[in-house]
């Protein structure tokens, strides 16, 4: 297993996560999601343009909650993403519901860096 570094993600990652994004989407959902529901989820130029807005309210606003994070594998590419943030909780959710105090929103890595690390 290559040594990974998770870290969060800034404006500059914006292309290589909608790489990552699109690539996953094409991996994973070909077959499963209508085709032209998979060409407009995996819009490369259209994905980098909401990443890189989103990356900068996200990098000028303190007060965002959800954090977007990238992982790096061994030779410095981004290999994956994360989103993370604190728990939704809404009302009946069960009391142990609240012995959590995060989640994971979203999570993508590329087919062939799945088992290298950048999951755990």
């Known amino acids: 297993m290559q040594p990974v570094k998770i870290r969060l993600a800034t404006p500059e990652d914006a292309a290589a996560i909608a790489r990552v994004q699109v690539a996953t989407w094409q991996s994973t959902y070909v077959g499963q999601v209508p085709d032209p529901a998979l060409a407009f989820f ?30 790096e594998a061994g030779d410095g590419g981004i290999a994956g993403f994360a989103i993370a943030g604190p728990t939704r909780f809404k009302e009946g959710d069960p009391p142990e519901a609240l012995l959590y105090q995060g989640e994971v929103m979203a999570i993508y890595v590329l087919a062939e860096a799945q088992g290298g690390g950048l999951g755990v």
């Open 42 to 71: 995996t819009n490369l130029e259209q994905r980098e343009l909401q990443w890189h807005e989103a990356l900068t309210h996200t990098a000028s606003d303190p007060a965002v909650i959800r954090r977007p994070f990238v992982g």
